[in-house]
Each structure stands twice: as structure tokens, then as C-alpha cells.
Antibody, heavy 121, light 111 residues
């Protein structure tokens, strides 16, 4: 069965950095794109970033562009989200989620359990 | 990009039916059949309930159905049960440098 497991969350000061990981299993990882989606406490879902199956195309929300970098290692079935210059409004549960399509980008199907990022002094 | 528009809350009694709307634009919901719906219980990850406007993933009850008309997609839940009480989010592809957009979410209360 499809499994996505996020890790790397924690407490960081404003301006700091954090690297999230998403370990995948149960499907042919190298054939599917992966999304990161976040949810601030008590708020709705916000799409953050997407990486194509081969890492060739990457997309970012305007709110994180220039600060966050998405990457993947298909040999380790893992996607990363490098988060720099963190702000208090980046505090959220971060989910990685699998895109069900191969050719196009679509909303995700399977989601991980999420990892909490808290940006606070 | 702007979020898709959903009602903040809906409520109904067990056994009744409800419909949640998700209004976008001719650049997202109206242009593509890549609309999904998610159910999220408190403290849990979102769960896919409907994809590609009308399709149900394996294991999702047939009490859940999706449709679309113009720029508005809808999720209908029939025969409401207590466990249906949750937050529901719609999402769509948008031809943009930010290719996925979510709705603001709808809190469903089963009275």
C-alpha cells in the first residue's frame, strides 16, 4: 500500500532553516510527482510546491518562492523540502502527497501524516 | 493564486443529504476536469473522496458523489452519518506557475 512518511519538522527561530523529508513506499516512486501542502493551525490547506517524477520541473507557491526548494532522490524514494528564511507565518503542519497522474499535474491522492513546523523566537 | 470558494459551514441531520459547492474560474474548475475533494477529521491527514470531478477511489462509500457545472464543482453526501462530520476541501488544477489550488474548506456538522 502507498505510504508517505514525513520527517524533519521542529521548532526554529525566524530567519532559520529546516529540511523536511518525505519517504515513500508502495508505488513506483520514480514515475510520480510529489506535492508539499501545508496547513497552519486552525486554517485550511495551502499548496506549497510540486516536483515532477524526474525532478525536471518544479513549481512553488508565491508565498515560498525564493525561500523554499523542493528536490528528490529517486534512488532513495525520498523528496525533500529545504526551507530557508523561515517566517512565523510558515508555521504549519507540512504534508507530502503523491500526484496520481503521470503526464499532467493534478491534485494529490495519497497523503502522509504530516510533520509540524513551528517558527518562533 | 486565489483560493477556490467554499461555504464555511453546512449542517444537516443524520440520513439527510447535503451539497458543498466549490466555485472557481474559467482558468481552473471551469477549464479542466481535475477537481478533487478531500475529507479531513481533526488531527488527521486529508483523505481523497472524489477525483477528476466525479470519480470515487476504491473504498470510498457511494454516498459520496461529485459533479461540475461551469465554474462550480459540487460534492454531495447522501444518507449522512455521524462519522461524515469533518472538514471538506476541494482542489483543482490551474494552468499557472502555481498549478494546484485549494478551497478554503467547509465544516460539515451532523446534527
Amino acid at each position: 500500500q502507498v505510504q508517505l512518511v514525513e520527517s524533519g519538522g521542529g521548532v526554529v527561530q525566524p530567519g532559520g532553516s529546516l529540511r523536511l523529508s518525505c519517504a515513500a513506499s508502495g508505488f513506483t516512486f520514480s514515475s510520480y510527482g510529489i506535492h508539499w501542502v501545508r496547513q497552519a493551525p486552525g486554517k485550511g490547506l495551502e499548496w506549497v510546491a510540486f516536483i515532477r517524477y524526474d525532478g525536471g520541473n518544479k513549481y512553488y507557491a508565491d508565498s515560498v518562492k525564493g525561500r523554499f526548494t523542493i528536490s528528490r532522490d529517486n534512488s532513495k524514494n525520498t523528496v525533500f523540502l529545504q526551507m530557508n528564511s523561515l517566517r512565523t507565518d510558515d508555521s504549519a503542519v507540512y504534508y507530502c502527497a503523491k500526484d496520481p497522474a503521470v503526464v499532467v499535474i493534478t491534485p494529490p491522492d495519497y497523503w502522509g501524516q504530516g510533520t509540524l513546523v513551528t517558527v518562533s523566537s | 493564486q486565489s483560493a477556490l470558494t467554499q461555504p464555511a459551514s453546512v449542517s444537516a441531520s443524520p440520513g439527510q443529504s447535503i451539497t458543498i459547492s466549490c466555485t472557481g474560474t474559467s482558468s481552473d474548475v471551469g477549464a479542466y476536469n481535475y477537481v478533487s475533494w478531500y475529507q479531513q477529521h481533526p488531527g488527521k491527514a486529508p483523505k481523497l473522496m472524489i477525483y477528476d470531478v466525479t470519480n470515487r477511489p476504491s473504498g470510498v462509500s457511494n454516498r459520496f458523489s461529485g459533479s461540475k457545472s461551469g465554474n462550480t464543482a459540487s460534492l454531495t453526501i447522501s444518507g449522512l452519518q455521524a462519522d461524515d462530520e469533518a472538514d471538506y476541501y476541494c482542489s483543482s488544477y490551474i494552468r499557472s506557475s502555481t498549478p494546484v489550488v485549494f478551497g478554503g474548506g467547509t465544516k460539515l456538522t451532523v446534527l
